[in-house]
């Protein structure tokens, strides 16, 4: 800090001053308080030099006068006096520009920290609100479902069960957490449904569809239609089961009473049937037959007479003859009657034939607890013959193999039916079952007509099914088993043979 | 009367065998003829009804399903008529409700075809009588 008197001649720029100052001060780095004189532009000045701050780290302050005996007692005072609030202002601006220089850099930091933060904030708050939503919207679509929907762990505890749920079954979704599906299922449909989960949990199939009864909390039973799959886990939720399912029970009960109407109906038809025919049957022979007993007993008479009657006893021997003849002629006709239509060919996939009847008699089989597995050969030749024929074939062998199998309690009730090529370039169809077998002492008569081991069947089917195969140049028969159960099998050319 | 010789017999009963069943018509007449009675056959009811041992019958042999009237209105016909003459019914129908049906309308006899001489004898003998 310099100042200079204004009546000072020669004007030299305070710059000029405070560079011959420093150079005179670098030269006298001691010269500190006492009084000193320079010569400055031939001019004799006393100068006095005070420090500012402790060790004259803040600066110093260079007073000068022409007077010689500068400076006095008074004027040292007020320049230590001077001294001091400069030392103290420039401290004060110094320690206050600091704060400045501090206080803004902090503030910058917490403003650009709070902006980053502001944006993790934002991006944590949309990620949680689209988790919240989709949590939600799963939520509502489990809750507002309109069929049940249950969900279990593998071994088929309950973990969740939406509202429709509950209701069908009568429990709530807490009381439903406490047991495991098979313990509400009706006993008996047990079996089959466990067979079915664990073939889930094998993969080998992707889901299954079973009918099936649960027994409500207040004992009644109630029908279901359950569509099962596995949920695959994720890191945080393991493997679960997911059943969706509906009640059914009207149309259960609707399909039974008709089902059994209809086997009623059925059964009185083809008792019906069979009586008509056989009355026919009777009639057809019986007369004759009545003509060979007649002409017989006249025929002992004549000859018994006394004399014979040999001439009479000749001719009515004759018409017992021809009535007997006449006789076999009416067998013949009935036969010729029975095997009248013949078979309308065409060209098919036997396969499609398979899937054809499978989906038919689903419900039926499902209904006698058995499953139905198939194994039909890819790249399957195409065969020729009266493709409804064949399927009846086809359904006489998978309810024959159904029947075999309804005394069955302590293993799956199973049918596999397999297509496959054949060595000799035909076609081959196999139902195998696991049910009751073949007794040796029946295996000749299996395919005999009215042959049966079934209460109320009539022994007809697996007899017309040989005779469908014999007209399409094919074959049927049976063999035993190497475990349980029987396998009947057909073969018929394919179509390109034929 | 005796039928062991009954071609020598002069006043031989007349029985009418009425059967579309053309082995019946040919063959009953012969083993009548050795029981010792005359036979006359028709094909059908109405032919019965229109001939002239309609009257003269001492019994009729009758099948009950035949084409046009059956043996049962036949049996009505002649009941109708004022006729009381015995009738033995046989048939190939093997039905019990048809045997009840024809007995309680009075029928003497119900014969299953194919039916025993024996049989046939034992019903024309209760049927005039000669049991």
């Known amino acids: 800090m310099v100042r200079i008197r204004p009546a000072w001649e020669g004007n030299p720029q305070p710059e000029e001053i405070g560079k011959r100052l420093r150079a005179w001060l670098e030269n006298h780095p001691d010269k500190v308080s006492p009084p000193v004189r320079i010569s400055f532009d031939e001019r004799d000045i006393a100068l006095v030099l005070l420090q500012l701050g402790l060790h004259g780290d803040m600066g110093i302050i260079v007073a000068g006068s022409e007077r010689l005996d500068f400076p006095q007692q008074t004027e040292r005072l007020v320049l230590h006096v001077a001294a001091n609030q400069a030392a103290i202002g420039l401290q004060e601006s110094r320690l206050l520009s600091e704060e400045r220089r501090n206080s803004s850099d902090l503030k910058q930091r917490v403003a650009q920290r709070t902006m980053e933060l502001a944006t993790i904030n934002d991006e944590l708050n949309k990620a949680h609100a689209q988790i919240i939503q989709s949590e939600e919207r799963w939520r509502s679509v489990f809750e507002n479902s309109a069929i049940g929907v249950a969900l279990t762990d593998l071994n088929g505890q309950f973990i969740a069960a939406n509202p429709v749920y509950q209701k069908m079954l009568g429990y709530t979704e807490e009381e439903l957490r406490q047991v495991r599906f098979l313990d509400i299922t009706v006993e008996e449909d047990r079996n089959l449904n466990w067979v079915l989960i664990e073939e889930l949990l094998e993969g080998k199939r992707p889901q299954f569809q079973i009918e099936k009864r649960y027994r409500r909390k207040n004992g009644s039973t109630v029908w279901v239609r359950n569509s099962v799959s596995v949920v695959p886990g994720t890191e945080r939720v393991p493997r679960f089961l997911m059943a969706l399912s509906e009640d059914v029970t009207e149309r259960r009960l609707a399909e039974e009473a008709l089902n059994e109407t209809r086997s009623e109906l059925a059964h009185m038809a083809r008792v019906t049937t069979l009586n008509t025919l056989t009355a026919s049957i009777a009639h057809e022979v019986n007369q004759p037959l009545s003509g060979i007993v007649t002409n017989a007993s006249t025929c002992l008479r004549m000859l018994d007479a006394n004399p014979p009657n040999l001439e009479g006893a000749r001719e009515t021997a004759r018409r017992t003859i021809r009535d007997g003849t006449r006789a076999s002629e009416v067998i013949t006709r009935l036969r010729a009657l029975f095997s009248k239509q013949n078979p309308s060919f065409e060209v098919f996939d036997l396969n499609d034939a398979v899937k054809e009847v499978a989906a038919l008699s689903v419900s039926e089989l499902q209904r006698n607890k058995v499953i139905l597995r198939s194994d039909l050969a890819a790249d399957l030749p195409c065969v020729s013959g009266d493709r409804i024929q064949i399927q009846q074939v086809i359904v006489n062998l998978l309810r024959n193999g159904s029947d075999a199998m309804s005394i069955v309690d302590d293993r799956p009730r199973e049918l596999l039916i397999k297509t496959e090529c054949d060595e000799s370039g035909g076609v081959r169809l196999s139902v195998k079952d696991t049910g009751v077998g073949i007794a040796p002492q029946i295996e000749e008569k299996l395919f005999e007509a009215f042959h049966t081991t079934k209460g109320d069947g009539m022994g007809i089917g697996l007899s017309v099914s040989r005779s469908i195969m014999e007209r399409h140049q094919g074959r049927l028969w049976a063999i035993r088993n190497e475990g349980p159960g029987a396998t009947f099998i057909f073969a018929i050319p394919c179509s390109t043979n034929t | ?131």
């Open chain 2, 1 to 131: 009367m005796k039928s062991r010789d009954g071609r020598s017999t002069i006043q031989r009963p007349l029985v009418a065998v009425v059967d579309d069943d053309e082995s019946v018509r040919e063959s009953l007449p012969d083993l009548l003829g050795e029981f010792g009675f005359d036979a006359r056959v028709f094909p059908s009811a109405e032919e019965f009804l229109v001939s002239d041992s309609f009257g003269q019958s001492k019994c009729l042999v009758l099948d009950i399903a035949m084409p046009g009237m059956t043996g049962f209105q036949l049996q009505q016909e002649l009941k109708a008529r004022g006729q009381n003459i015995p009738i033995i019914f046989i048939t190939a129908q093997k039905e019990e409700a048809v045997r009840k049906r024809a007995l309680e309308r009075g029928a003497v006899g119900f014969l299953l075809k194919p039916f025993s001489d024996a049989a046939l004898l034992r019903a024309l003998n209760t049927a005039l009588g000669l049991g």
